[in-house]
């Protein structure tokens, strides 16, 4: 029987995978390379970094990220040593989506944005970026597309960074690249941020250091009107405590959060090591907990046709996922001491309270 080790924030992590072998699970930032000397799969989310030297010595021979991303695992190195890697693209998607229009109707609702005519610039035009598009332009809004990678193999026609800075909505939704042609570390620095409207809005639910952030603060002491909503951050989980104050919204990597986007990953993160290990049709007899969760995205997009104002949108939204309860529960950590804000952010992460996407 396989002994697999996985993340305790995994959600139906023992339901789904003790078929397959025996569950140890930890919290996601303690798992360390005495914890894996016996284990054949490490299941984790975004909070635990993986490189040679966690599983060099230990029996590894499969990583499943249940996360969009992987730039926490390197994935380089484990598949030059023969591990298999994996991660769950497009499962937090919607999530995020319904993310951004929550937070930018809540920032309209409170400053008295009309949300109709504005350009949204979407950077990063991947699964999320994608359904951002889709559930954003359900609403009167030109969106335009800046994603260089995808712009230079024809696959879009996308506009510039130059271009989509001058947007009145900025969503970051790329990846982090800190190497070659298109690195995106700190795509937003001191620099670009001179050139985004001083009341224009800037939100990040892609990766933190595509903000500078020491940047932003400085530029929000200093233009205290552009409207910042921050989910990601640069060295999580020691945030900035005072760029958080400045920001219109600030909360603690949760927007890919929803526990429908939680199980699609790990119930796709599972079925991809059981087809490694043992056989992609015993893969496909593993079904999702519950069969709520299927995928339902039509009936939101009706529901948002039929609403006749910005205002009644926002109050069914805000009923479904009152965002300002996030942002309040990290404003509330920012006064402690720095290992204590430490601990109150992975804490906000781990004990988030059930949130449902709209379909649901």
């Given at each position: ?64 990220s249940c996360t969009a991303g992987m730039d926490h695992v390197d994935v380089t190195a484990l598949q030059q040593q023969g591990i298999h890697c994996i991660s ?57 597309i800046c994603d260089p990678p995808l712009q230079q193999q024809n696959k879009i026609q996308g506009v510039s960074l130059q271009q989509a800075l001058t947007a ?113 049709a015993e893969a496909e007899t593993i079904q999702l907990p519950n069969t709520e969760y299927a995928d339902k995205q039509k009936i939101t997009a009706d529901l ?57």
């Amino acid at each position: 029987m396989l002994t697999l080790i996985a993340d305790e924030n995994i959600p139906h992590i023992h339901a789904l995978a003790e078929p397959w072998g025996k569950v140890i699970t930890y919290p996601g930032r303690h798992i360390t390379a005495d914890t894996l000397k016996n284990a054949d799969a490490l299941l984790i989310r975004s909070v635990t970094p993986v490189t040679m030297d966690l599983l060099a010595h230990t029996s590894v021979k499969f990583v499943g990220s249940c996360t969009a991303g992987m730039d926490h695992v390197d994935v380089t190195a484990l598949q030059q040593q023969g591990i298999h890697c994996i991660s769950a693209p497009g499962c937090n998607a919607r999530s995020v989506a319904e993310y951004v229009l929550a937070s930018l109707l809540t920032v309209a609702a409170q400053y008295s944005i009309r949300l109709q005519g504005k350009t949204l610039a979407i950077i990063g035009y991947g699964h999320v970026g994608q359904a951002v598009t889709q559930l954003m332009g359900l609403l009167d809004i030109k969106i335009i597309i800046c994603d260089p990678p995808l712009q230079q193999q024809n696959k879009i026609q996308g506009v510039s960074l130059q271009q989509a800075l001058t947007a009145d909505i900025i969503c970051l939704h790329a990846p982090l690249i800190t190497q070659g042609p298109f690195t995106s570390h700190y795509l937003i620095g001191e620099k670009e941020l001179k050139q985004i409207a001083p009341d224009a809005i800037l939100l990040n639910a892609g990766r933190g250091a595509l903000i500078d952030n020491e940047a932003l603060y400085q530029h929000l002491q200093k233009n205290p009107s552009l409207h910042c909503i921050l989910d990601v951050w640069e060295n999580e989980p020691r945030i900035h405590p005072l760029l958080a104050q400045l920001c219109r919204i600030s909360t603690p990597h949760i927007a890919g959060y929803s526990l429908d986007s939680k199980i699609k990953s790990a119930h796709q993160i599972i079925k991809n090591m059981v087809t490694y290990f043992y056989s992609a049709a015993e893969a496909e007899t593993i079904q999702l907990p519950n069969t709520e969760y299927a995928d339902k995205q039509k009936i939101t997009a009706d529901l948002i046709k039929t609403f006749s104002s910005q205002d009644q949108l926002y109050a069914c939204v805000k009923q479904r996922y009152d965002l300002k309860k996030d942002h309040q529960a990290l404003q509330e950590t920012l006064h402690l001491s720095a290992p204590e804000r430490a601990i109150a952010f992975d804490q906000l992460r781990k004990n988030y309270p059930e949130r449902r996407e709209f379909s649901a």
